[in-house]
């Protein structure tokens, strides 16, 4: 593979791997600390309950959701850099020639890690909404709302 791409260029995409595993790690950490500090909170509210704890739950899920968002919307920028910095060089027919009715994209500069300037945009909102965030963050978030209503009812 190396002799394919050169060594360079395999240098370049094994940085970008270790970017993307770092960011994936992260998100993974997030999740892991949301889930923890939610249920220490729910827990703290069901033996004293207060709004504000309800409150600072709410809005400390929130504001994992929205980290959590922003690392997974980075980590999906810098796999379509990846694979635009691991696409080859020029377009190849069928049997392995160089098309020239179809112009090859601009290659990635070695080393670049300009996601932002050559990887696909990522919308947030698209990601903050995406089903597995939803389903994690939203469900913690509904667990929070839950317990806020419990209060409601005990009053």
């Given at each position: ?104 994209p601009a290659p990635v500069p070695l080393f670049t890690m300009d996601?932002?300037?050559?990887g696909t945009p990522v919308a947030w909102r698209a990601v903050a ?27």
């Amino acid at each position: 593979m190396s002799a394919v791409l050169g060594d360079e260029r395999v240098k370049h995409l094994e940085f970008l791997q270790h970017t993307i595993a770092r960011l994936g790690t992260n998100s993974f950490l997030i999740k892991g600390w949301s889930m923890t500090l939610s249920g220490a909170l729910v827990a703290v509210s069901s033996s004293r309950p207060t709004w504000t704890v309800v409150v600072a739950a709410l809005m400390m899920t929130t504001g994992f959701w929205l980290l959590d968002s922003f690392y997974l919307g980075q980590e999906r920028l810098f796999r379509s850099l990846y694979e635009r910095a691991s696409a080859p060089t020029e377009n190849l027919t069928s049997v392995g020639v160089p098309d020239p009715a179809t112009p090859a994209p601009a290659p990635v500069p070695l080393f670049t890690m300009d996601a932002e300037r050559y990887g696909t945009p990522v919308a947030w909102r698209a990601v903050a909404l995406s089903r597995t965030m939803l389903l994690f963050h939203g469900l913690l978030a509904l667990i929070d709302l839950l317990v806020a209503a419990s209060l409601v009812g005990d009053r």
